[in-house]
């Protein structure tokens, strides 16, 4: 069965660095997300992505968050300038159609030090 | 708003069925999930139920859905050892963004 896939696994970066989130959705997946899980908390929805632009964004998703699809192939999530409560796992999703079920990535788990 | 619901824990005897129970409270939702992560992993989908039916068999896993009662529950049978992870339930709207439950962490029993 064709998968998302999430790298790396780990990151681990300097408060106030910038990281790079990539996910390679499946190929005729047309609507993406990005999650996070906080350690202990609930997944929560930062951001949703079709034709090109962002369609929603949470409340989390402020200016340091950017998302991309660079190149037909790849989406990325961009953290500009980090900070500690930016710690957490984050996963990427994908859908086809508008209905259509959502499948998850495995998530990078990033720790801010 | 949409919330999901969970009880937190859960323990069950190796053999026994496992329900995991789950509320919910925007009835427009389109799909329901259950969704299970095993420590340090990502979130694997077991099975999902479009929210016209009632009810959904696959394997050990049964879905069922209660609209009228906004409730959904994950039936595990033959509980395994293997089993042992955190289950979330989440619903979702058309293609729009996903809600998640809690999280109900399942303990097996030897």
């Known amino acids: 069965e064709p998968e998302v896939t999430q790298t790396p696994s780990h990151q681990v970066t300097q408060m106030g660095q910038e990281v790079i989130l990539r996910c390679v959705p499946i190929s005729n997946h047309l609507y993406f997300y990005w999650y996070r899980q906080i350690l202990g908390q609930k997944v929560e929805f930062l951001v949703s992505?079709?034709?090109?632009?962002?369609?929603?964004k949470s409340e989390i998703f402020d200016d340091q968050f950017s998302v991309e699809r660079p190149d037909g192939s790849n989406f990325t999530l961009k953290i500009r300038s980090t900070k500690l409560e930016d710690s957490a796992m984050y996963f990427c999703?994908?859908?086809?159609?508008?209905?259509?079920?959502?499948?998850f990535g495995s998530g990078t788990q990033l720790s801010v030090l | 708003g949409e919330d999901v619901e969970q009880s937190l824990f859960l323990s069950v005897r190796e053999g026994d069925s496992s329900v995991i129970n789950c509320t919910y409270t925007d009835s427009s939702s389109t799909y329901l999930y259950w969704y299970k992560q095993e420590p340090g992993a990502g979130l694997q989908l077991l099975t999902y139920?479009?929210?016209?039916?009632d009810m959904k068999q696959d394997q050990r896993l049964t879905v069922l859905l209660n609209k009228k009662d906004k409730h959904l529950s994950l039936r595990i049978a033959d509980t395994q050892t293997g089993d042992s992870a955190i289950y979330f339930c989440?619903?979702?709207?058309?293609?729009?963004?996903?809600?998640f439950g809690t999280g109900t962490r399942l303990t097996i029993i030897p």
């Open positions: 139920i479009f929210s016209n039916m």
């Open positions: 999703a994908g859908g086809g159609d508008k209905y259509e079920k959502l499948f």
């Open positions: 989440a619903e979702s709207f058309g293609n729009e963004k996903l809600t």
């Open positions: 992505f079709y034709n090109n632009e962002i369609s929603e």
